[in-house]
């Protein structure tokens, strides 16, 4: 069984299945019943048409930003069931920048909207330099270990 759906919005969603008898061989003429449950109650039933042999599908128009939970009874076999998640990584996919909203942003922040690298590298303000610390941390701990050395082995306060 397999879902496709778009991962905002109400979308189309296609449930496809196929079906085998015990030997391999696809099953046919059988009439699946496709219940869609949605994670806020809502449920869809439908029967799946064959589009070849052993194939089935139907689609349902849903809520694609919910879990869809898909149960099929009536194919060969036991029922099934599969619960489909909305991808949280959909943002992260490649697709065209929204300008509208990054001009938005740029006006928003005093910036500018394709800016060239020279006009981004002029500053006026004094920035920090970083330093590492563990030179002078190094330094301490080896002064410290020629003072420890040099209490123990010169008498200095004692007398002879």
């Known amino acids: 069984m397999a879902a496709g759906a778009a991962s905002n919005g109400v979308r189309p969603v296609?449930?496809?299945i196929e079906s085998r008898d015990a030997h391999g061989a696809y099953a046919d003429r059988l009439k699946p019943n496709v219940t869609v449950r949605a994670a806020d109650g809502t449920t869809a039933s439908r029967v799946a048409r064959q589009v070849l042999p052993g194939r089935y599908e139907t689609s349902f128009v849903v809520?694609?930003?919910?879990?869809?939970?898909?149960?099929v009874d009536g194919a060969s076999g036991a029922p099934a069931s599969r619960l489909v998640i909305p991808d949280p990584a959909a943002e992260y996919r490649f697709r065209p920048a929204d300008r509208e909203a990054l001009e938005s942003i740029a006006s928003a922040t005093?910036?500018?909207?394709?800016a060239d690298a020279e006009a981004i590298r002029r500053t006026t303000e004094p920035t920090a330099a970083r330093r590492a610390l563990w030179p002078f941390l190094v330094l301490l701990a080896l002064a410290g270990f020629l003072g420890d050395i040099l209490l123990r082995r010169i008498r200095v306060f004692e007398t002879a």
């Open 14 to 16: 296609t449930v496809a």
């Open 63 to 71: 809520d694609a930003t919910q879990a869809l939970t898909i149960s």
């Open 110 to 114: 005093g910036g500018a909207l394709g």
